[in-house]
């Protein structure tokens, strides 16, 4: 439901913007009334029955200030909102504990119901982790499973490029408002998730990306997902937190076994000791989700990147990029040409899928 100045939306902002009633009753509640319009309205009266006094009060008095604000930040960023109600709501988050009365997202949230795997990991990941994240979420999106992650510098950058590259879905769970991109680098890619994917949040527009929001956005990670596969996490990661919450939720953890000289797999390494199912592909965790799901979500056709025909020219520049990234002068001083060709390459490689900028004018290979 588009977030505009309609009783239906401002009746599902109030439910987010509620003080003084845990989540579990405040669910309870909602159920019984069948709608947050109800909860909002002179209708109240006649499903409080089993209300307390301090219910009914947060509930009379919960119209405030702050929903005007939420309007207002509505407006630019073309945000939605959608209750435990509505028919829309996540399926899966309805089986976790503490799930949010309402989730606001942009995007497609009706894919939030499809079979989904989350991709999670270090944000200062190893260049063959970023690899194998991407290799991973293509192949797990060219089979129809949505791909979760945190929209992160690193494994979840890779994780939902992997699964753009494939043609496929994700979607993007973030710590902070969905009318804010964190981190601001990955702006580009966030447009990109919202053609074919979505981004959602149980936190208020205009939510800053507090450091406290991030271990309650990884419990809808997991949430969202049937299964987490970590590829690398560092001591005291985030995707540890995810791991751990994917446990409590009954989902799957899968963990790609890391070298053991970098500091960004001890945590996935441990995960492995203590009884966390070990992965190299796609294909184990197929082995284990698809005999759950039946039939299983429908194989997608492959991206076009993966059959694209380069020029001579083009694989010059390709021959020249690693999993390691590098400056664009130094591609223009190993084949000897000027850094507008060069540029203009790199832009028809990366439009094609070959390649990936990141910042200051540097590139590597994509996952191809």
């Not at 060069?342 to 996952?367: A, C, D, M």
Request: a negative charge.
């Amino acid at each position: 439901m588009r977030l505009e100045n309609t009783e239906a939306c401002k009746a599902r902002i109030m439910l987010a913007l509620l003080k003084g009633i845990p989540r579990a009753r405040l669910i309870e509640i909602l159920e019984t009334a069948g709608s947050p319009e109800r909860l909002f309205s002179p209708e109240l009266e006649r499903v409080s029955k089993n209300l307390s006094p301090d219910e009914m009060s947060a509930l009379v008095q919960g119209r405030p200030d702050d929903l005007d604000e939420q309007l207002r930040l509505a407006g630019p960023a073309g945000s939605e909102i959608v209750s435990w109600t509505d028919e829309d709501y996540p399926s899966l988050l309805k089986h976790i504990q503490y799930a949010p009365p309402v989730v606001f997202f942009k995007g497609y949230i009706t894919i939030a119901s499809q079979p989904a795997v989350a991709i999670v990991g270090s944000r200062a990941c190893s260049p063959s982790g970023r690899y194998v994240a991407e290799r991973l979420a293509r192949d797990i999106a060219a089979r129809g499973f949505v791909v979760v992650s945190g929209l992160a510098r690193g494994i979840d950058s890779a994780a939902h490029r992997g699964a753009l590259a494939a043609g496929g879905l994700t979607i993007a769970v973030l710590g902070c408002g969905v009318d804010i991109c964190y981190p601001p680098e990955n702006r580009k890619l966030l447009k990109e998730i919202l053609v074919r994917g979505a981004v959602v949040s149980e936190f208020l527009l205009g939510t800053p990306p507090l450091k406290q929001n991030f271990p309650l956005r990884n419990r809808l990670i997991s949430g969202m997902s049937q299964a987490v596969v970590v590829v690398e996490a560092g001591e005291g990661s985030g995707a540890l937190v995810t791991a751990g919450y994917a446990l409590e939720q009954g989902r799957e953890v899968f963990v790609v076994p890391g070298d053991t000289t970098l500091t960004s797999t001890v945590g996935s390494n441990r995960l492995l000791k203590e009884g966390a199912r070990p992965i190299t592909d796609a294909e184990d965790v197929f082995d284990e989700l698809l005999p759950r799901l039946g039939d299983g979500p429908q194989a997608i056709p492959q991206a076009q990147p993966f059959l694209e025909v380069l020029s001579g020219e083009e694989e010059a520049v390709l021959e020249c990029l690693s999993l390691v990234p590098a400056h664009v002068d130094e591609v223009c001083d190993r084949l000897g040409r000027g850094s507008s060709v060069i540029l203009s390459l790199l832009l028809s490689l990366e439009l094609k899928g070959f390649v990936r900028q990141e910042t200051g004018n540097r590139f590597v290979r994509s996952n191809v």
